[in-house]
């Protein structure tokens, strides 16, 4: 059995493409069996992720840039100082309402 089983080794040997197509497999089966190609995957939909989410965060900087932009313009600085703060600039007319005239009976 031992004879049969070195000739045959020794035939499969001499032939190149027989050698490459096992040493092929031999190669692609440790890959699969260790987790490498496993892991490269892994690695591959991270990065994707990762990728994504900085495209989030540019995104979101130039907002942040163009909103520190506007910030600094005086008509932003006075439309919020008047919302925010009830400010008012000369020449502004005010109307004041008494919180009796909200009962039209007056009760």
């Given at each position: 059995?031992?004879?049969?089983?070195?000739?045959?080794?020794?035939?499969?040997?001499?032939?190149?493409?027989?050698?490459?197509?096992?040493?092929l497999?031999?190669?692609?089966?440790?890959?699969?069996?260790?987790?490498?190609?496993?892991?490269?995957?892994?690695?591959?939909?991270?990065?994707?992720?990762?990728?994504?989410?900085?495209?989030?965060?540019?995104?979101?900087?130039?907002?942040?840039?163009?909103?520190?932009?506007?910030?600094?313009?005086p008509?932003?600085?006075?439309?919020?100082?008047?919302?925010?703060?009830?400010?008012?600039?000369?020449?502004?007319?005010?109307?004041?309402?008494?919180?009796?005239?909200?009962?039209?009976?007056?009760?």
């Open positions: 059995m031992i004879p049969a089983l070195a000739r045959r080794l020794n035939r499969i040997l001499h032939r190149p493409t027989k050698v490459f197509w096992i040493c497999a031999l190669a692609a089966a440790s890959v699969l069996l260790d987790g490498s190609f496993i892991h490269l995957w892994s690695l591959h939909r991270d990065q994707q992720r990762l990728e994504t989410r900085i495209e989030d965060g540019r995104a979101r900087l130039k907002q942040f840039e163009f909103r520190i932009d506007e910030a600094q313009q008509q932003f600085i006075e439309r919020q100082a008047r919302d925010q703060f009830d400010l008012v600039k000369e020449g502004d007319l005010i109307f004041v309402f008494s919180e009796d005239d909200a009962d039209p009976a007056g009760r």
